[in-house]
């Protein structure tokens, strides 16, 4: 079985700043997938970054960067120069066991104060 | 294409009573997977579809719960006599393979009065 822990249900950051969530994940596979989905209020889900486990190197997309740590199955999201529109849940999500299923976390609410 | 699609939006029916939702794909996607969301959860898988055959069930989907993925196109997934418990946001999703990210589709939001 695999679980995936975001231990921060709610955070605020202030336009223009910068802002980081955790995700940690325990699988049993070695080889599998991590993801970063935002779901807005009412509106669907939509992928933000993905990061291979057998790449040593952090995934970046734009203002989005992961701290993929393999060792501490952590991996946290960062969100630069952050925006209104950045506002949403986001979910931190494992795909592994064969690649037949992902497993999300409960999600952190972000909130983002102008 | 303008990625996954499902209906209805919202459906509302009575306890006891049978519900379908309609789930449409990428076109080129061969992976169809349907969660169940409530509020303030992370989604929580249900099944998936490889074309037309439907490789693994979650232990949450009773037996009341049935999905279908004629021809590999479009999927259904009914839940006969409805529970207050099955109220929730059920989310479709696709994908190209195994390992690719899975597109999203605004979900069916079941209430049950």
């Known amino acids: 079985a695999q679980t995936v822990t975001q231990s921060q249900p709610e955070m605020s950051v202030q336009e223009a700043e910068t802002v980081t969530l955790s995700c940690t994940y325990d699988?049993?596979?070695?080889?599998?997938?991590l993801f970063w989905y935002k779901q807005p209020p009412s509106r669907q889900m939509i992928l933000v970054i993905r990061q291979e486990a057998y790449k040593q190197q952090n995934a970046t997309e734009n203002r989005f960067s992961v701290n993929f740590q393999k060792a501490a199955k952590s991996f946290s999201l960062k969100i630069s120069d952050s925006q209104l529109g950045d506002a949403a849940m986001y979910f931190c999500?494992?795909?592994?066991?064969?690649?037949?299923?992902?497993?999300f976390g409960t999600g952190t609410k972000l909130q983002v104060i102008p | 294409d303008t990625g996954v699609s499902q209906n209805p939006r919202h459906k509302i029916t009575k306890r006891g009573q049978n519900v379908t939702f309609r789930c449409d794909p990428i076109?080129?996607?061969?992976?169809l997977y349907w969660y169940r969301q409530t509020l303030g959860q992370g989604p929580e898988f249900l099944t998936y579809f490889q074309n037309e055959a439907q490789l693994e069930k979650s232990r949450l989907l009773s037996d009341r719960f049935s999905a279908e993925r004629p021809k590999g196109s479009f999927s259904t997934l009914e839940i006969q006599r409805t529970e207050q418990g099955d109220s929730a946001m059920y989310l479709c999703a696709s994908s190209l393979s195994g390992t690719q990210p899975q597109h999203f589709g605004d979900g069916t939001r079941l209430s049950i009065l």
């Open positions: 076109s080129e996607h061969n992976r």
């Open positions: 999500a494992c795909l592994s066991g064969g690649y037949q299923k992902v497993t």
């Open positions: 699988t049993s596979e070695s080889d599998y997938y």
